[in-house]
């Protein structure tokens, strides 16, 4: 390992979720939420395997087209219930194409889950949470981000969704309440401990 690099903060942050008392039932849900665009699910499958293969919930799969916030009910319903009575949760996943919900997910009740997507850290589950990352990319960038990587058929689509999602945030911000911070680096991620910035573990990545 070259001199400058900092150690892989995954290990150290896995460590950490799995210390902490469960929050649904036995498990230790953890939300991952930042602006659309900003590499969420990138993170949280990284998190995930350093986790040993922790089930992830992606609220993409939850939303709908008439419904991009309006999915609380159905996580309420078909995750946080299920997993508080230690069963597994079934939701239903919405099909993006066809606008309509297809086959069932399955999220073991195992002892950490992720949740990751807009809004993950809203106030109506962080009752269900044992901790809520922010991914700090700032809007714009993760908006640019976003429509590079969906290409121009989605611009309108993107449009529409910029208008909602800032109003869910100003309505709804997550950032505030969020314990751990999470920013990109050149070499992977930087994380730390909010809301006095310390940093967990020291200034750590892990490679893209």
């Excluded at 997507?117 to 901790?131: D, E, Q, Y």
């Excluded at 969704?161 to 990109?184: I, S, Y």
């Amino acid at each position: 390992m070259d001199e400058h690099t900092a150690p892989d903060p995954l290990p150290a942050l896995a460590a950490l979720l799995r210390s902490l008392p469960p929050s649904c039932g036995a498990v230790r849900l953890v939300a991952v939420d930042g602006h659309a665009g900003a590499g969420k699910t990138t993170f949280a499958g990284a998190l995930a395997r350093a986790l040993g293969g922790a089930p992830v919930l992606h609220l993409d799969d939850l939303a709908t087209h008439d419904e991009l916030f309006a999915w609380t009910g159905r996580l309420r319903e078909q995750v946080l219930e299920p997993l508080s009575r230690g069963g597994t949760a079934r939701p239903a996943k919405y099909d993006w194409v066809a606008r309509s919900f297809g086959p069932l997910l399955e999220v073991p009740p195992a002892p950490v889950v992720l949740i990751e997507g807009v809004g993950a850290g809203r106030r109506v589950v962080r009752p269900w949470l044992a901790r809520t990352l922010w991914l700090d990319v700032p809007r714009d960038t993760a908006r640019e981000r976003g429509e590079r990587r969906d290409g121009p058929q989605l611009a309108a689509f993107w449009t529409g969704w910029m208008r909602a999602q800032d109003a869910h945030f100003a309505a709804d911000p997550t950032r505030p309440f969020a314990e751990l911070l999470v920013r990109q680096v050149p070499n992977g991620y930087e994380v730390r401990e909010m809301p006095n910035g310390t940093a967990l573990a020291h200034t750590v990545t892990h490679p893209a």
